[in-house]
C-alpha cells in the first residue's frame, strides 16, 4: 500500500490543524493505521493510532488534544490536531500495519507515508 499525507502548515499556538492520509494500491481497511512524528534532532515517536475495527489509541502528551479517525469508503486516515503547541512541531507521518493490538513502535508498521511538516509558532 502506498500512503500519502497531506495537511501539514505553518500555525499558531493554540491553533489547529488536520492531517489526512490517504492510501492507494490496496484498501486501508485491511490495517492498523498509525501517525507518528519526528522532530528535528529527535527519534521519530509514536502519535497514535487507530485498529480496523476503529479503536483508538495516542500517546500521553496528546491525548485531549489530537483525535485519529479513519473513513475506509475514502481510504484515509485523519489526524485531527487541537491546542497545537510549539513541541508539536515536527513532520508527521502516517504508516500502515499488519499486526493487531495496539503497536507504538515503528517497526511494527511496514508502509510508510512520506511526511508532512507541522510547524507551530509561540
Known amino acids: 500500500v502506498q500512503l500519502q499525507a497531506s495537511g501539514g502548515g505553518l500555525v499558531q499556538a493554540g491553533g489547529s490543524l488536520r492531517l489526512s492520509c490517504t492510501a492507494s494500491?490496496?484498501?486501508?481497511?485491511?490495517?492498523?493505521m498509525g501517525w507518528f512524528r519526528q522532530a528535528p534532532g529527535k527519534q521519530r515517536e509514536f502519535v497514535g493510532g487507530?485498529?480496523?475495527?476503529?479503536?483508538?489509541y495516542s500517546t500521553d502528551s496528546v491525548k485531549g488534544r489530537f483525535t485519529i479517525s479513519r473513513d475506509n469508503a475514502k481510504n484515509t486516515v485523519y489526524l485531527q490536531m487541537n491546542s497545537l503547541q510549539p513541541e508539536d512541531t515536527a513532520v508527521y507521518y502516517c504508516?500502515?500495519?499488519?499486526?493487531?493490538?495496539?503497536?507504538?513502535?515503528?517497526?511494527?508498521?511496514?508502509?510508510w507515508g512520506q511526511g508532512t511538516l507541522v510547524t507551530v509558532s509561540s
Open positions: 487507530i485498529t480496523r475495527s476503529f479503536s483508538e
Open positions: 504508516a500502515a500495519s499488519s499486526t493487531v493490538g495496539g503497536p507504538t513502535y515503528p517497526d511494527a508498521f511496514h508502509s
Open positions: 494500491g490496496r484498501s486501508l481497511r485491511s490495517y492498523l
